[in-house]
Each structure stands twice: as structure tokens, then as C-alpha cells.
């Protein structure tokens, strides 16, 4: 789910992605809302692309998309869209590495040098940064997956038996934000770091027992841990950054899974916020 005024009408569009059907067969179903003065009204439906909003170094945000296609759950090419003659329309594509998916990236002056890069959740696992003509200037040894939000989809090469081959599991990458949290004028890519409890054993069952929020800042070489968070149990499943308490200062929002839960146990999560001055000063060194 995104917000932003993608049709600049004064009035902010909720984006929702949604992936509908069901064994992995399931297409593209995503919409569109908009307050009209008393409600939300779908002022488009049944749109054939995942959307993704990004915030920029500058604050104004842009609204992206991406397609799917009968045989790969992503098609390939990442779109800048624009409102067009009463539709959200595809405009310029982003120089990015051919399997990019749409909720793998985020944009921002992450080398503190006046200039806009690519920050990319490789793989789902390894941090990269792809410069404006697409090309590949660092990739991270460090693991920044650890997802546990998956949705089916059958193989391309199982597409003509669907009814015959299990589906697998597309987890969705960790979010990524460039932001000068700390406020010492240098922007910092904030992530989350997720431990696992099985190391690549069972790629379909996936279990964690600790993570954390993490910045890192570019040295000239290569981005690297500057401070994180304390330890939480099992694990941090999304974050977001913002001035929640009207303080003049950033917080960090972001929720912790302590239980998946199963067919006969209860899920147990909650949502819990931290002031990042006070969580840098106590931050280990």
C-alpha cells in the first residue's frame, strides 16, 4: 500500500498492490482509492501492475510500476508512471539491473555527493548500489534478507502443468530508505537485519530468532554499518520513518514478530517505536 498524488489534484491516491487467485495462478488485480469528502471511492480498478511509491532526497515522492506476465511474476523493466488521459500510464524506465523486482529498490543521495543512486535489495539478500546508467558500483557480503512475507507463484517452466507442480514462495524483499537520521548532514540507507534460525537448510520454511534495525553510511568505498538498533525477538518484518509525535525529530516505527503462529498456535506481533537520538547515544559502538 502506497500513498501519493500521483494524478496532482491536490489529493493524495491510496495505491493498493494487490495479487489476487490463489496455488500461485492468481494475476494482477491492483486499485486505486481517493477521497472524494465523505469516502474512498476506487477511482481505478483491476490495473495489471505492482506499484510502488519512493520518496526522493528532496522530499516529493514518485509513484513506479511494474508488470507480470503469464510465465514470470516480473516482468521485466521498472516504469516511472504518470497520469495520462485518465489513466495511470507507463513513461521512462529505470536503469536498473534486468532482475530487479519493484519492492527492491529505493532512491536517494546515498553517497552524499549531490547525486541520486539506486539502493537495491539484491536477491533478496545482499545490499547493492547501481549508479543512474544502471551499473553496479558496490554489492554488500552481508545478508539483508530475512523476510517472512511470501505470495505463491508456479515456475515458468511449470506454467503448462499448473494443476500437476507445487507452487514456491516469493518472499518480499526487506524495505529499504535513504534518510540523514542521526542529522549530522550525511543521508544513511536504513534497513533491517534479520537473523535466521535455519541457514539456507529449508529455503520454503523460514524461521529467525532475532533482528534489528540497522543504518549504513557510505565511506567511499562501500556502505557500512554507522550504528543499530538493540536486539529484538524474532523479527522485524517492515519499518517506517517519519516525525510520528510531532516532536520536530524523526522516529522509527516498525513491527516485530514474535510468533508466526500455525493451525494450532496464536501469532503474536506488535508495533513499537523508538527516538532514533536516544536509540544512536545507547546504540552499541
Same mark, same amino acid.
Given at each position: 500500500?502506497?500513498?501519493?498524488?500521483? &494524478?496532482?489534484?491536490?489529493?493524495?491516491?491510496?495505491?493498493?498492490?494487490?495479487? =489476487?487467485?490463489?496455488?500461485?495462478?492468481?494475476?494482477?488485480?491492483?486499485?486505486?482509492?481517493?477521497?472524494?469528502?465523505?469516502?474512498?471511492?476506487?477511482?481505478?480498478?483491476? /490495473?495489471?501492475?505492482?506499484?510502488?511509491?519512493?520518496?526522493?532526497?528532496?522530499?516529493?515522492?514518485?509513484?513506479?510500476?511494474?508488470?507480470?506476465? +503469464?510465465?514470470?511474476?516480473?516482468?521485466?523493466? #521498472?516504469?516511472?508512471? /504518470?497520469? #495520462? &488521459?485518465?489513466?495511470?500510464?507507463?513513461?521512462?524506465?529505470?536503469?536498473?539491473?534486468? %532482475?530487479?523486482? $519493484?519492492?527492491?529498490?529505493?532512491?536517494?543521495?546515498?553517497?552524499? %555527493?549531490?547525486?541520486?543512486?539506486?539502493?537495491?535489495?539484491?536477491?533478496?539478500?545482499?545490499?547493492?548500489?547501481?549508479?543512474?546508467?544502471?551499473?553496479? #558500483?558496490?554489492?554488500?557480503?552481508?545478508?539483508?534478507?530475512? +523476510?517472512? $512475507?511470501?505470495?505463491?507463484? $508456479?515456475? +515458468?517452466?511449470?506454467?503448462?502443468?499448473?494443476?500437476?507442480?507445487?507452487?514456491? %514462495?516469493?518472499?518480499?524483499?526487506?524495505?529499504?530508505?535513504?534518510?540523514?537520521?542521526?542529522?549530522?548532514?550525511?543521508?544513511?540507507? $536504513? *534497513? /533491517?537485519?534479520?537473523?535466521?534460525?535455519?541457514?539456507?537448510?529449508? +529455503?520454503?520454511?523460514?524461521?529467525?530468532?532475532?533482528?534489528?534495525? *540497522?543504518?549504513? /553510511?557510505?565511506?567511499?568505498?562501500?556502505?557500512?554499518?554507522?550504528?543499530?538498533?538493540?536486539?529484538?525477538?524474532?523479527?522485524? =518484518?517492515?519499518?517506517?520513518?517519519?516525525?510520528?509525535?510531532?516532536?520536530?525529530?524523526?522516529?522509527?516505527?516498525?513491527?516485530?514478530?514474535?510468533?508466526?503462529?500455525?493451525?494450532?498456535?496464536?501469532?503474536?506481533?506488535?508495533? =513499537?517505536?523508538?527516538?532514533?537520538?536516544?536509540?544512536?547515544?545507547?546504540?552499541?559502538?
Amino acid at each position: 500500500v502506497d500513498v501519493i498524488d500521483a &494524478n496532482v489534484n491536490g489529493t493524495s491516491e491510496i495505491f493498493v498492490t494487490n495479487v =489476487s487467485g490463489k496455488s500461485g495462478t492468481g494475476a494482477l488485480a491492483s486499485f486505486v482509492l481517493e477521497w472524494d469528502g465523505i469516502d474512498f471511492k476506487r477511482i481505478a480498478k483491476n /490495473i495489471k501492475w505492482y506499484f510502488k511509491a519512493v520518496r526522493h532526497s528532496n522530499g516529493e515522492k514518485t509513484l513506479y510500476g511494474q508488470k507480470r506476465t +503469464s510465465e514470470e511474476v516480473f516482468a521485466r523493466g #521498472i516504469y516511472k508512471m /504518470i497520469w #495520462i &488521459n485518465g489513466q495511470y500510464t507507463a513513461a521512462e524506465r529505470l536503469p536498473l539491473p534486468f %532482475n530487479t523486482n $519493484i519492492f527492491a529498490f529505493t532512491i536517494g543521495d546515498a553517497l552524499n %555527493n549531490q547525486t541520486e543512486v539506486f539502493v537495491v535489495n539484491r536477491d533478496g539478500k545482499y545490499a547493492s548500489v547501481v549508479n543512474s546508467n544502471g551499473k553496479t #558500483i558496490w554489492k554488500s557480503g552481508d545478508d539483508y534478507g530475512g +523476510s517472512d $512475507i511470501f505470495f505463491e507463484y $508456479i515456475p +515458468s517452466y511449470n506454467s503448462g502443468e499448473r494443476d500437476k507442480k507445487d507452487t514456491w %514462495n516469493f518472499y518480499m524483499p526487506l524495505p529499504l530508505q535513504v534518510v540523514d537520521l542521526n542529522r549530522d548532514g550525511l543521508n544513511e540507507v $536504513i *534497513t /533491517i537485519l534479520n537473523e535466521p534460525l535455519l541457514f539456507g537448510v529449508m +529455503s520454503r520454511v523460514r524461521s529467525y530468532k532475532k533482528g534489528l534495525i *540497522t543504518s549504513l /553510511i557510505w565511506d567511499g568505498s562501500g556502505l557500512y554499518q554507522q550504528w543499530r538498533t538493540r536486539e529484538f525477538q524474532k523479527y522485524i =518484518s517492515d519499518f517506517v520513518v517519519g516525525d510520528l509525535n510531532n516532536d520536530g525529530r524523526d522516529e522509527i516505527a516498525f513491527l516485530v514478530v514474535q510468533k508466526s503462529g500455525t493451525s494450532l498456535t496464536k501469532p503474536i506481533s506488535f508495533i =513499537s517505536t523508538i527516538d532514533v537520538q536516544r536509540e544512536i547515544a545507547a546504540a552499541p559502538k
